[in-house]
């Protein structure tokens, strides 16, 4: 019984003299570390285009003048111009016709106006946009459409399937009707390259394009004093979603 | 009993499927910008109208008329009892439509031929532009010079031509 209790004893000095020891060992295994830390931030791209100007087609009657181009009728004269006002209109003249745009200003460039009035046959009126493409990654055009309000009863309704149909120039020498066309000038450019058709067409930072829309009117008093409203929506998308 | 439990589960796995599917659907969604455009196309022609205006004098018993014809651009003139000594005077007027083009005078004539009968236009010519909404007025002037055709009844046709 007594060398039991001696026998406990001298394990329970043991296990306090481990226990010490250990201890010491905690402090004397401690690794050696150092760390770096980082911070950071992610920005993602942007996407974004802006009506950046107009263009717009003036015409005039210039009594007494001779017939001159680009529309050879006497007495007309034809305008084409970047704004939305002609800086030169020709002395003695009546502006008879005009396509101008006007930028809604209040809806964060992204709204524009067209009014096209007095169209008459013999002259090519233009009026476009001028596209900004400011987004960092490139897109791609994925609509261009402009067409006319439904009003299947007006005839200038057909004028956008008249514009299709006549498109081929080795079929039709020329194109009459409303179609999309426009111009692209890149960025870093000083001259604007014409594009037939706008759809596809692929966007970098700070490219400025042009989207027109075109009228040439028949001849034929079908045509006469009417009038059409119309709407259109010109569209961007990331240019690795683009389907054609 | 086992088909039933076996069911439940393809349930919920449809479920979570479709849920899963939803979440991608946003995912997904490419980025696009949108310009829109609005506006109106109306076309023109040349609308023009001639009509009569005031004469002088009107009435008695020597006095001078006008009447619109058939055809649009012609007005019948008419003097009842002409006598020497005395002016006839009608103005027209030539009227463009707001929605019109300018117009120009390209023709300008009275007929009528009588011995000792002047017969002029005054107040408009050839050359002459009438804007949109704007109406040109002219005067036809008549007055004998002799007496050859005193007392009788002169009708002239007034014609305007605007291109």
Redesign the interface.
Known sequence: MRRNRAGLKRIGVLALALIIALGALGTAYAAWTDSVYIEGTVNTGT?????AGVSSTFVY?V??NPPEPPSNLP?IVVHYVFGQTDPEPPAGG?L??RAV?VPDTSTDS???????????PGVDFW?D?E?EYL?S?P?TI?MAE?HAIDDPGNK?DS?WTLGRDTKDPLVYPVRYG?WIDGEIKPDGSSTWAYVDDPLGLELQQFDMVH?A?H?R?PEG?E????????????????YN?YAP | MRNRRGLNKIGILAMVLLLALGAMGTAYGAWVDEIYIEGTLSTSDINTTLTCGACSPDSGTTYIACDEAANPTKLNISVTNALEGEDYYCEFDVNNAVNSFPVTVTFLSISGSYSGVAADIEDLAVSDVINPAETATGRVHIYLTTDASAGQDLTFVLTVIVH
């Open positions: 996407l974004d285009i802006d009506v009657k009594p007494g007495e009546a008879i016709a745009t992204d709204l524009a106006y067209m009014t096209l009035a007095g169209l008459f009026a946009v596209l987004g990654i897109a994925s402009i200038l004028l409303a989207i829309l009228v009117l008093p045509y006469e004093n009417l009038s059409l409203e119309f709407a259109g929506t010109i569209t961007v998308i990331q979603e």
